[in-house]
């Protein structure tokens, strides 16, 4: 299970640095797991403080708190991330990646 939480914790570490906020169940779509899953995993780390963050339980949402980093390592960190991220996509829905990074000329 921890080797299971470790994965999901990259991801959502890099997930961290992208989005300011996002609904649980998008967040649980794109780690594929159950919507409670996910908050649970959250929770956990913003527990361990593994990443700075609050879970609004009313309204579904998870909000991650930006910390301030030089502007030329933030903008590395976010390309990283995205980069990250579309690997990820690309990964689990191909033509779906495929076909939105034809449709903004990647």
Same mark, same amino acid.
């Given at each position: 299970?921890?080797?299971?939480? =470790?994965?999901?914790?990259?991801? /959502?570490? =890099?997930?961290?640095?992208?989005?300011?906020?996002? +609904?649980?169940? *998008? /967040? =649980?779509?794109?780690?594929?797991? &159950? @919507?409670?899953? =996910?908050? %649970?995993?959250? $929770? +956990?780390?913003? @527990?361990?403080?593994?990443?700075?963050?609050?879970?609004?339980?009313?309204?579904?949402?998870?909000?991650?708190?930006?910390? @301030?980093?030089?502007?030329?390592?933030?903008? *590395?960190?976010?390309? *990283?991330?995205?980069?990250?991220?579309?690997?990820?996509? *690309?990964?689990?829905? &191909?033509?779906? %990646? +495929?076909?939105?990074?034809?449709?903004? $000329?990647?």
């Amino acid at each position: 299970s921890s080797g299971i939480n =470790a994965e999901y914790g990259h991801n /959502l570490l =890099a997930i961290s640095h992208i989005y300011k906020s996002i +609904k649980i169940d *998008n /967040l =649980a779509q794109l780690l594929r797991v &159950p @919507a409670l899953q =996910a908050e %649970t995993v959250v $929770g +956990k780390m913003i @527990a361990e403080q593994r990443i700075s963050g609050s879970i609004d339980q009313i309204d579904q949402i998870v909000r991650f708190d930006i910390k @301030a980093q030089p502007w030329d390592e933030h903008i *590395n960190v976010v390309c *990283n991330k995205v980069n990250y991220v579309i690997d990820l996509l *690309n990964q689990f829905e &191909p033509d779906f %990646t +495929k076909e939105r990074l034809q449709h903004y $000329g990647c």
